[in-house]
Nanobody, 123 residues
Framework: QVQLVESGGGLVQPGGSLRLSCAVS???????IGWFRQAPGKEREGVSC????????YYEDFVKGRFTISRDNAKNTVYLQMNSLKPEDTAVYYC?????????????????WGQGTQVTVSS
């Protein structure tokens, strides 16, 4: 059974940093991971993704230069380092997994989802 568990969310001041983790279990093949977020009253949107085996990454424009996605295959964990956080980054952040090669940039690319972790950026 595939499970994804996010952690690392919390309350941070504008300009601060957080590192989200996505622990993956139950996958026997290579998998790609995406990070999405959903703010109150808004649609869930893509943030960043990393491919299954070659480590290619993608970032939406609104996080480029501030967020970094990485993976530790030995730990089956993917990270999202978030720096220079802004109030508009406030949302529930979800990681998602797909058993396919390449980058998955949209929700429909993914087969499995975590429960989410709250990130609040406020002074």
């Amino acid at each position: 059974q595939v499970q994804l568990v996010e952690s690392g969310g919390g309350l941070v001041q504008p300009g601060g940093s957080l590192r989200l983790s996505c622990a993956v279990s139950g996958f026997t093949l290579n998998y790609g991971i995406g990070w999405f977020r959903q703010a109150p009253g808004k649609e869930r949107e893509g943030v960043s993704c990393i491919s299954s085996s070659d480590g290619y990454t993608y970032y939406e424009d609104f996080v480029k230069g501030r967020f970094t996605i990485s993976r530790d295959n030995a730990k089956n964990t993917v990270y999202l380092q978030m720096n220079s956080l802004k109030p508009e980054d406030t949302a529930v952040y979800y990681c998602a997994a797909r058993n396919a090669y390449g980058l998955g940039k949209v929700r429909s690319d993914y087969h499995y989802w975590g429960q989410g972790t709250q990130v609040t950026v406020s002074s």
